[in-house]
């Protein structure tokens, strides 16, 4: 568990967005989105991050730490242009103030803020193990929602709100599993972190 969990992890995080833009990818090229710069960039440097987390985790697995320390650095670039290119995209769809946003869109609002702070935090505890991956994984998970959203589309899934939650808790949970069995307690990252994503869907709903 405690060699296979980010690895195993960071590929499933990795096949969910490869299945949220198989329209964008295979079934339907067409369309509009794949004409424009800015969800193209975007999309790439989504895919970006995930396939480096996924190498970034292999890297830990097979304990070649002087390569994860390199590739990092990239990583940290990435993440940095993620939350540029999010904040563009959102200044150009969302131009009727907070009160005007559905409860999902302050959400994710919040959450990308979230996800640079964490990113950062991940990276200036680059030398302390146990923090620097949760830090990177929980930022990493605050921003699934319009992923897990276009995955149950994708899937036809016919409950949306309610997939949502069971694989996005489902994911929380599993950290909390993998926290015990490897450090016999959940990790302080680990619980604040779920406890933040709710305080966010609180402020989100009642504001």
């Known amino acids: 568990m405690r060699t296979y969990y980010f690895q195993i992890a960071s590929i499933l995080l990795l096949v969910l967005s490869i299945i949220a833009f198989s329209d964008n990818l295979i ?11 800015k969800f193209i960039i975007h999309g790439l440097l989504m895919f970006a991050w995930f396939i480096l987390f996924v190498i970034q985790a292999n890297f830990i697995r097979k304990r070649n730490y002087i390569a994860h320390m390199k ?14 290119s999010t904040v563009y995209i959102i200044s150009e769809a969302y131009d009727g103030g907070w009160s ?72 929380f949970i599993s950290l909390f599993v993998y926290d015990l069995l490897t450090i016999k307690k959940i990790h302080k990252i680990s619980w604040m972190g779920y406890l ?3 305080v966010v869907w609180t402020i989100s ?3």
């Open 196 to 198: 933040w994503f709710y």
């Open 100 to 171: 005007a946003l559905k409860y999902f869109e302050k959400a994710i609002l919040l959450f990308i803020p979230s996800f640079a702070v964490l990113i950062l935090l991940g990276y200036l505890n680059r030398k302390k193990g146990n923090r620097h991956k949760r830090f990177i994984y929980m930022g990493t998970l605050l921003i699934l929602e319009p992923i897990l959203d276009r995955v149950a589309t994708n899937l036809h899934i016919g409950n949306n709100v309610l997939f949502v939650i069971l694989v996005w808790n489902g994911l």
């Open 27 to 37: 079934t339907d090229v067409g369309q509009e989105s794949n004409s424009d710069p």
């Open 71 to 84: 590739w990092g650095v990239a990583g940290f670039v990435i993440a940095i242009l993620v939350v540029l």
């Open 205 to 207: 709903f009642l504001t």
